[in-house]
């Protein structure tokens, strides 16, 4: 037994920080685009069983409110909301093609030949 590889584990490391980070800040700039784009994400009341509710219909046709207000103020023009619902739309594809290929590589059953 040779012992542990540190330089190889501390790239392995790195790449997996660097690779989460770029995940996380690309999912929140898609977010944040898709809300400036007047469409932002709203949940709708979810019940489950013995009656827990997450979002209460109050809250929630206070937030659709909320967010129409927000989009019929906005200041961008039919085309940056365009422009912004785009990149919004491409930080998830890109995200969604960050963890297949993370998926990709984990499973070796993917790339052997």
């Known amino acids: ?6 330089v190889s584990f501390l790239l392995v490391a790195g790449a997996a920080l660097i690779s989460s980070c ?5 999912y929140a700039l898609g ?3 898709l ?3 007047g469409k932002a994400p709203h949940v709708t009341p979810a019940e489950f069983t013995d009656a ?4 209460t219909p109050t809250e929630a046709a206070a937030e659709a409110k909320r967010i129409k207000k927000a989009a019929a103020r906005s200041p961008l023009t039919p085309w940056q909301k365009r422009l912004a619902l785009f990149v919004a739309y491409t930080c998830f594809v890109i995200c969604g093609l960050v963890v297949l290929f993370g998926i990709y590589l984990i499973v070796p059953a993917l790339h052997e030949h």
């Not at 037994?1 to 540190?6: L, P, T, Y």
């Not at 770029?22 to 690309?26: M, N, P």
């Not at 827990?52 to 979002?55: G, N």
């Open 35 to 37: 809300s400036t784009a």
């Open 1 to 6: 037994m040779n012992g542990i590889d540190w």
């Open 22 to 26: 770029a995940v996380v800040a690309l």
């Open 52 to 55: 827990i509710t997450i979002v």
């Open 31 to 33: 977010l944040r685009m």
